[in-house]
């Protein structure tokens, strides 16, 4: 599956659990500045939450991001 359009925001230090690490991530930010943690497997498959309880400690949609350079 390919990229569903995750952000690339850092997010190494909050604790969110496997999400920091997901391929799936996308951070949305609010105008306010409050920002969510978004599952992009949601869109594609109801049983994943849009935005999961954090922190999230088992999913089995989880898969490694892979870094791209910059």
């Known amino acids: ?3 569903l359009g995750a952000s690339n925001q850092s997010m190494d230090n ?3 659990g496997l999400c920091v690490t997901c391929q799936h991530l996308r951070v949305v930010t ?3 500045g ?4 978004m599952c992009n497997l949601a869109r594609l ?3 994943y939450e849009k ?3 954090l922190p999230v ?14």
């Open 1 to 3: 599956m390919g990229n």
């Open 14 to 16: 909050v604790g969110i």
């Open 30 to 32: 609010s105008n306010r």
């Open 34 to 37: 409050s920002y969510f943690v």
């Open 45 to 47: 498959d109801k049983q």
């Open 51 to 53: 935005y999961p309880v």
């Open 57 to 70: 400690l088992s999913c089995n949609g989880h898969a490694i991001a892979i870094k791209q350079d910059d």
